[in-house]
């Protein structure tokens, strides 16, 4: 089992920054793809970045290209996302989720058996 942990949300102002945090624990992160999803009120939850085991592959919707950065560091068993120029149709609630060992990347919520408890970001105007 690997547990997720998400921290780093908050409320930030148009145009500001948040780095999300996602600590896991119980089973490391190596060699799985990892992701970040995010659901809005009345809206279905997104994916909305994904990096491959490796590192070496990333994966972006439209909406946040140029302006959010995953990543991950193996040694302490977390993975990031970078938010940059914040806009208020990014306020939702982030998840982070973890496929299982060797599973290639992907962008459907029901091929990560993972999830974390989500942390708010909500960006006012």
């Known amino acids: 089992q690997v547990q997720l942990v998400e921290s780093g949300g908050g409320l930030v102002l148009a145009g500001g920054s948040l780095r999300l945090s996602c600590a896991a624990s119980?089973?490391?992160?190596?060699?799985?793809?990892m992701g970040w999803f995010r659901q809005a009120p009345g809206k279905q939850r997104e994916c909305v970045a994904i990096i491959n085991g490796s590192g070496g592959s990333t994966y972006y919707i439209d909406s946040v290209k140029g302006r959010f950065t995953i990543s991950r560091d193996d040694a302490k068993n977390t993975v990031f996302l970078q938010m940059n120029s914040l806009k208020p149709e990014d306020t939702a609630v982030y998840y982070c989720a973890a496929r299982n060992l060797f599973s290639p990347m992907s962008n459907t919520m029901g091929e990560y058996p993972y999830w974390g408890q989500g942390t708010q970001v909500t960006v006012s105007s």
């Open positions: 119980g089973h490391t992160i190596s060699s799985r793809a």
